[in-house]
């Protein structure tokens, strides 16, 4: 063999080999409005993954929060977005399935980790198909001040007379505002405040269903009854409430001012580098001692598969790693306050958190009850959740009339409602 010849055949020796190392490894893109995520997923979920499973790889390329649902349905249009889609709860991840974009991912392995409840975020209305795998929820209930708690003598309530005899302690003493929330921005009162404590009142997902279904209408008593909580509320939340925006709310609470907080679960990382206090945390109290309790624990994050990717299998392994306990732990502890929604083991870390996700363990799980088809037809019932959650705090409508403007909203275009 000539010098030449050998070199030629090194040569191709070597490109073979190139060739066989490059079709080993496969790189995953994931679409993500989660743009601060990044430094958890470089430094912390891709490193395991890859770890574990060598001959992939992940590239997360996440885009600005409110640019995400246009940028993605660009790049899906065209043809060159990510194997990996991160989606959004409902209608906008449902549209992306329908439109063929997502793949139907209902016989996943790993999709055996999940509840109804959690695969709701993500399955067609009739919960026969699954399109992203879920991945994060988060919890609502109450933040407190341990310090104002100890100084008024009062301990965590259990039950709504216990809850409004800790808000007139509070009030008495004069040192705190009872509880920081504003009704400037509307949103606050429908989230941390009705669909907060409403499930207590309908049952959680029993209620939930039966008002899908048409069984249960906004006008029933368990779905008046959290308004006439909030207005009880509204001497509790301190001079001013009206004008209070939600990052108001936020500093009244971290400086010290408000004893208590309504809040969602992702405010524990914030807090907690603001707060130079300690925290606890209890779920919405319930109306008589003994009753069964119930949390918004709501599908917040999800996970799927690209139906145009070249790589199905190498994306299937990554979406069944989603639901392992071992993601669920690395994302739990990296995101405070975000929590796995699968039904494998999780520790945390965070002792706020982990006293959120305990209350897996003590109540029903529910969502928000207007996510889920409620919202699709006009008046937007969420929208109307808001300025009646509003109205009501304020005096300005009754709870009686809120349920029934609702409801009559609700029934101009809602079959199941006429």
């Known amino acids: 063999m000539t010098t030449q010849t050998k070199l030629i055949a090194a040569l191709m020796a070597g490109t073979l080999m190139a060739g066989t190392a490059s ?35 992940l590239n997360f390329t996440p885009s600005a929060p409110a640019e995400y649902n246009a940028v993605l349905n660009s790049k899906l249009d065209a043809g060159s977005a990510g194997d990996i889609i991160t989606c959004r709860p409902f209608d906008a991840s449902q549209a992306l399935f329908e439109a063929g974009h997502l793949a139907d991912i209902s016989d996943l392995d790993g999709m055996a980790n999940f509840s109804p409840v959690a695969k709701s975020g993500w399955s067609t209305d009739d919960a026969a198909t699954q ?20 100084e008024v003598g009062i301990e965590e309530p259990t039950t709504e007379a216990e809850f409004f005899a800790a808000l007139e302690a509070i009030k008495q003493d004069g040192n705190y505002i009872p509880m920081a929330m504003g009704t400037n921005d509307q949103w606050e009162a429908a989230t941390m405040g009705y669909n907060n404590i409403g499930p207590n009142y309908w049952k959680g997902e029993e209620g939930r269903l039966a008002l899908l279904a048409g069984d249960q209408k906004l006008t029933d008593e368990a779905w008046v009854a959290p308004y006439r909580q909030l207005a009880k509320w509204a001497p509790y939340l301190g001079d001013g409430y009206e004008a209070q925006t939600y990052p108001d709310s936020q500093n009244i609470f971290t400086l010290g001012r408000a004893a208590i907080y309504p809040a969602g679960s992702w405010e524990i990382s914030g807090f907690n580098g603001l707060a130079d206090f300690e925290m606890g945390a209890f779920y919405p109290p319930v109306q008589a001692a003994g ?36 993601f669920a732990t690395i994302f739990a502890n990296a995101l405070p306050g975000f929590f796995p929604l699968s039904s494998g083991p999780v520790t945390l870390e965070d002792p706020l958190a982990q006293e ?3 209350w897996r363990g003590e109540c ?55």
């Not at 399109?131 to 100890?150: L, Q, R, T, W």
């Not at 790589?311 to 392994?317: G, L, M, S």
Request: net charge negative; charged share 20%.
């Open 364 to 418: 029903e799980s529910s969502i928000r009850s207007t996510y889920q088809i409620l919202s699709r037809g006009t008046p937007n019932l969420e929208n109307e959740t808001w300025n009646a959650s509003v109205a009501v705090i304020k005096g300005e409508e009754t709870p009686e009339d809120a349920g029934a403007r609702l409801q009559n909203g609700l029934s101009s275009w809602y079959a199941p409602h006429q």
């Open 131 to 150: 399109y992203c795998v879920p991945m994060a929820s988060v919890i609502h209930g109450f933040i407190y001040n341990k310090d104002a708690f100890e």
């Open 291 to 326: 009753d069964t309790c119930y949390i918004s624990d709501h599908t917040d994050i999800g996970i799927g598969m690209n139906a145009a990717t070249p790589n199905p299998e190498a994306a299937q392994t990554f979406l069944n790693w989603v639901g392992s306990s071992e």
């Open 356 to 358: 959120f996700i305990s």
């Open 23 to 57: 079709a080993q490894d496969v790189t995953l893109t994931i679409e993500s409005w989660r743009n601060d995520d990044l430094a958890i997923w470089q430094d912390k979920i891709i490193p395991a993954f890859e770890a574990a499973h060598p001959g992939i790889k």
